[in-house]
C-alpha cells in the first residue's frame, strides 16, 4: 500500500485563494487565537463563562461569541479585558518585507507557538 503525504494547508490555500480570500483567512486566524486565548483561560481557572462573564462586566452571550470566534472585538474591548485578566496587551504593526516568504513551508508550527496579542502578567500570591 503506498502512503501518501497530504499537502500544507497553508500552501493549498495560497494556490486557491485570491488576495481578499487570504486576508479573511488572515483575520480568522487572528480571531481564533483571541477566543482561545480566552477559552484557556476560563478553563484553567475552572470558570463558568457567566463567572467570565461577571469578572469582565459582559454579557455570558458576549463570552460565548468570544470564545466560538464569530464575534470580531475592538481594540478598546479586548484592552479592557486584558486589564480585567492580569494581562499585559500590545498592538504590533510591522512592515511586510519586500520579498514574501511562506513559512508554512519551513516551519511545522504547533497551536502554541502562534503569535498572540496579548499575554499573561505573571502575579505573586500575597
Known amino acids: 500500500m503506498e502512503t501518501k ?4 494547508v497553508w500552501n493549498f490555500i495560497d494556490e486557491i485563494s485570491d488576495d481578499e480570500e487570504k486576508d479573511y483567512f488572515e483575520l480568522d486566524d487572528i480571531l481564533y487565537n ?3 486565548k480566552i477559552f ?3 478553563t484553567s481557572n475552572g470558570l463558568t463563562q457567566k463567572q467570565l462573564a461577571e469578572k469582565l462586566g459582559i454579557k455570558q452571550s458576549m ?4 470564545e466560538s470566534g464569530e464575534y470580531n ?3 478598546e474591548q479586548l484592552w479592557k479585558i486584558s486589564k480585567k485578566l ?3 496587551f500590545n498592538v504590533i ?3 511586510s518585507n519586500s520579498i514574501e516568504a511562506n513559512v508554512w513551508d519551513e516551519v511545522d508550527i504547533q497551536s502554541e507557538d502562534l503569535d498572540i496579542k496579548f ?5 505573586e500570591n500575597a
Open 5 to 8: 503525504k497530504l499537502k500544507n
Open 34 to 36: 483571541i477566543s482561545m
Open 40 to 42: 484557556d483561560y476560563r
Open 63 to 66: 463570552v460565548s461569541k468570544l
Open 73 to 75: 472585538p475592538t481594540i
Open 86 to 88: 492580569g494581562w499585559k
Open 93 to 95: 504593526f510591522e512592515e
Open 119 to 123: 499575554d499573561e502578567k505573571l502575579v
